[in-house]
C-alpha cells in the first residue's frame, strides 16, 4: 500500500481524535495543527507507527510565530 497524505491524516485523526486539526495539503505536503505539548507525542506515534514508516523527518515547524504560538497552538509537523 502506497503511504498517502490520506492515509496519515486517518492514521492520526484514529491516534489523537480532534487533538489535531485544521489539516490541509499544499504543494502536496501535509500539514496540520495540534496543541503545543502533544508534538512529541504526534512525532514520537509517526516513528514508531510501522504502517507509516517515518524514521526522520524533514520539518517540524511553528510556522505562525506570532500570537497562535504565544497561544500555545503549534503550526504542525510538515511531513515530505
Do not use: H, W
Amino acid at each position: 500500500m502506497a503511504l498517502t497524505n490520506e492515509y496519515i491524516q486517518e492514521q492520526l485523526t484514529a491516534k489523537f481524535g480532534e487533538q489535531v486539526y485544521a489539516f490541509s495539503t499544499a504543494n502536496g505536503m501535509l500539514s496540520f495543527e495540534s496543541a503545543k505539548d502533544l508534538n512529541l507525542k504526534v512525532m514520537q506515534f509517526l516513528y514508531d507507527e510501522p504502517s507509516l514508516g517515518f524514521t526522520f523527518f524533514n520539518g517540524f515547524m511553528c510556522g505562525k510565530l506570532s500570537r497562535q504560538c504565544r497561544r500555545g497552538i503549534s503550526g504542525g509537523i510538515s511531513l515530505t
